[in-house]
Nanobody, 115 residues
Framework: QVQLVESGGDLVQAGGSLRLSCAAS????????MGWYRQAPGKQRELVAT???????NYADSVKDRFTISRDNAKNTVYLQMTSLKPEDTAVYYC?????????WGQGTQVTVSS
């Protein structure tokens, strides 16, 4: 089992940057995959980015070339560096971890981008 705590969400102007963090309660070295999803008001939760144990990454088309996912196994933390933010990036951002066929979720952190 693993608990996930997101942080770093904030109110930022369009064009700005933020870095989200997802701290895990235990070592993430062996976790198969971790990722970031987001949910805007009235919309379904959608994939933002994922990173596997071997460091392979995958991004939604809407964030490619703007967002970067990374993991620091020594700190048990996954990051999402977001640049060139747009109002449509406004959402609650959730971290997840997939391990032993179980998907774990954090509570989310709010990102608001003003125009």
């Amino acid at each position: 089992q693993v608990q996930l705590v997101e942080s770093g969400g904030d109110l930022v102007q369009a064009g700005g940057s933020l870095r989200l963090s997802c701290a895990a309660s235990r070592s993430i070295f062996s976790i198969d995959a971790m990722g970031w999803y987001r949910q805007a008001p009235g919309k379904q939760r959608e994939l933002v980015a994922t990173i596997t144990r071997d460091g392979s990454t995958n991004y939604a088309d809407s964030v490619k070339d703007r967002f970067t996912i990374s993991r620091d196994n020594a700190k048990n933390t996954v990051y999402l560096q977001m640049t060139s933010l747009k109002p449509e990036d406004t959402a609650v951002y959730y971290c997840n971890a997939f391990q032993d066929r179980v998907l774990y979720w954090g509570q989310g952190t709010q990102v608001t981008v003003s125009s």
